[in-house]
């Protein structure tokens, strides 16, 4: 897990936002901070003197890493009171529930960008704001207009049971010119006034509901694959493949080959895994396998073997886990239909 930065944790005087009360948010919590109810607004714009557009554009997965994305719009209006943004901040408070007591929500933080730019994924309490999350700051001379900010979390580090998904609403705060929640000494808010604020869909908790799916269906349906595994490919023992070399070996009769018979249970469960349905034991088990096949290459991509003997085990195993049959791991998928890691 990468570092990253964090910033002081600072609470919001109550008499600071009590303005905010009534302005699309359904109450003020004791930070002064609004807090959301579903449904969101989507479209929303935030709230103050300098407004802007946010608008959720999705959540996509890859293996357990969850990625959201927004696109935010500075009006387009002649007044010229209208400060540039200076940077985005969406909320993490409602991953608490899900994470284990002695982990940090911002461990989640895998990665953020910025109209498809990497840029520093900052994670902590932005003092300016008051909005403990995710805080991507938008780049100089990129402040108007309309930009889309994302960031990627991960969601293996979550107790067991839980995932994350994008089914609530959550915080979302917007800072421009010299807006800010604090005051100057003379106990005066900045010329610009407070932050803008909205309630967006977000990242929170959701239970995993995830189920495996057998080697047959993942032969006979190519085109439900994870992503990650379309532009990358799995790799078997040392030996990267490609989805195309991948489905001739699903393809290929065992004729008497451990290899290939191991081969066909451990792509299943490694596109199980990648699909968000995973416990210890098939980890456990897929990792025997790879050690097992080591830089052996399975027809028909190469000539390698290995004796049933060898391989029986194993494969019976992982077997039992692409069945939703394996005690302690995620059950069979009804009727053999999908399900995506997140609910």
């Known amino acids: 897990m990468r570092k990253h930065k964090f910033w002081m944790l600072w609470k919001t005087p109550m008499s600071l936002l009590v303005g905010l009360a ?21 479209p929303a714009t935030t709230s ?108 293996s580090q979550l107790k067991e049971g839980f995932t994350i998904c994008a089914d609530g609403c959550v915080l979302v705060a917007t800072k421009a010119g010299n807006q800010d929640v604090r005051t100057d000494k003379n106990g005066q808010l900045p010329q610009d006034g407070l932050p803008g604020y909205a309630c967006v869909p977000g ?63 451990l792509i299943a469960a490694k596109l199980n895994v990648n699909n968000g349905a995973s416990c210890q034991v098939a980890d456990n088990a897929i990792a025997l396998a790879d050690a097992l096949i080591g830089n052996l290459v399975v027809p028909p991509v190469g000539k390698d073997s290995l004796a049933p003997r060898e391989t029986s085990d194993l494969t019976a195993k992982l077997e039992l886990f692409n069945t939703g049959n394996l005690t302690g791991c995620p059950g069979h998928c009804e009727d053999e239909q999908p399900l995506p890691p997140q609910p």
């Open 22 to 42: 009534g302005v699309g948010f359904a109450t003020t919590v004791a930070l002064g901070l609004p807090t959301c109810e579903a449904p969101c607004e989507e």
């Open 48 to 155: 103050g003197t300098q407004p802007f557009t946010v608008t959720f554009l999705g959540l996509k997965w890859d293996g357990n890493h969850v990625t959201f994305t927004y696109e935010v719009c500075k009006p387009e209006t002649p007044e010229t009171t209208q400060k540039d943004l200076s940077h985005f901040v969406v909320s993490l408070d409602q991953l608490g529930e899900c994470v284990p007591e002695d982990a940090e929500i911002c461990n989640l933080l895998v990665s953020a960008k910025f109209d498809d730019e990497s840029v520093d994924a900052l994670c902590g309490t932005d003092p300016t704001t008051g909005v403990f999350g995710v805080k991507i700051n938008t780049p100089e001379g990129y402040g108007s207009g309309c930009h889309v900010y994302e960031f990627t979390l991960d969601a």
């Open 203 to 265: 990242p929170v908790c959701c239970q995993v509901t995830a189920c495996t799916l057998s080697q047959g269906y993942w032969k006979n349906h190519p085109e439900n694959w994870p992503s990650d595994v379309l532009e990358n490919g799995l790799t078997l023992g040392t030996v990267n493949y490609t989805q195309a070399q991948l489905l001739r070996i699903l393809d290929q009769p065992v004729e008497g080959n451990g290899l290939i018979s191991l081969a066909h249970q």
